[in-house]
Antibody, heavy 123, light 107 residues
Framework: QVQLVESGGGVVQPGRSLRLSCAASGFTFSRHGMHWVRQAPGKGLEWVAVIAYDGSIQWYADSVKGRFTISRDNSKHTLYMQMNSLRAEDTAVYYC????????????????WGQGTLVTVSS | DIQMTQSPSSLSASVGDRVTITCRASQGISNYLAWYQQKPGKVPKLLIYAASTLQSGAPSRFSGSGSGTDFTLTISSLQPEDVANYYCQKYNSDPWTFGQGTKVEIK
């Protein structure tokens, strides 16, 4: 069965960095685009970033552009998010999510989500 | 960027009631619209994609409709286990914007 397991969250001071990981299993990781979505405490879902199945294309929300970098290692079935210059408003649960379709496709909605990892930015 | 606006932001209905949530896109998105359900303390779960296709395993009391800019999610007969936040999401292009959510409660 599909499993997505995030790790790397924690408490970090403003301006510092953190790297999140998402270990994938149960599907052919290298065939699917992957996303990060976050949810601030008590708030709604916010899309953060996407990386194409082969890592060739990445897109970011304006709120994180220039500070966050999404990447993947298909040989390790792992998705990453490098988060730099963290701000208090980045405090959230970060979810990784898998696209339904393979390759470049129109089925880019999310059929599986991880359990999330909490990032708290506070001095 | 295209904005996604849901209404209402919250609703309270009785068990067995028909419930409708709307989602409006600021520009046309054809049928590239998904609905997710997030129960309290849980991970979001895909309910509907392509505006009206029910995800495998989702209860048949859920249905979606619409195309272009106006979409609806309908629960034909509200059940206690449907208490959740519901989010629409566009996926036709970057960014993959979510609506702000609708909280559904039992009266």
């Amino acid at each position: 069965q599909v499993q997505l397991v995030e790790s790397g969250g924690g408490v970090v001071q403003p301006g510092r960095s953190l790297r999140l990981s998402c270990a994938a299993s149960g599907f052919t990781f290298s065939r699917h685009g992957m996303h990060w979505v976050r949810q601030a405490p008590g708030k709604g879902l916010e899309w953060v970033a996407v990386i194409a199945y082969d890592g060739s294309i990445q897109w970011y929300a304006d709120s994180v552009k220039g500070r966050f970098t999404i990447s993947r290692d298909n040989s390790k079935h792992t998705l990453y998010m490098q988060m730099n210059s963290l701000r208090a408003e980045d405090t959230a649960v970060y979810y990784c999510a898998k696209e339904k379709g393979e390759g470049y496709n129109s089925e880019s909605y999310f059929d599986y989500w991880g359990q999330g990892t909490l990032v708290t930015v506070s001095s | 960027d295209i904005q996604m606006t849901q209404s209402p932001s919250s609703l309270s209905a009785s068990v067995g009631d028909r419930v409708t949530i709307t989602c409006r896109a600021s520009q046309g998105i054809s049928n590239y619209l998904a609905w997710y359900q997030q129960k309290p303390g849980k991970v979001p779960k895909l309910l509907i994609y392509a505006a009206s296709t029910l995800q495998s395993g989702a209860p048949s009391r859920f249905s979606g409709s619409g195309s272009g800019t106006d979409f609806t999610l309908t629960i034909s007969s509200l059940q206690p286990e449907d208490v959740a936040n519901y989010y629409c999401q566009k996926y036709n292009s970057d960014p993959w914007t979510f609506g702000q959510g609708t909280k559904v409660e039992i009266k």
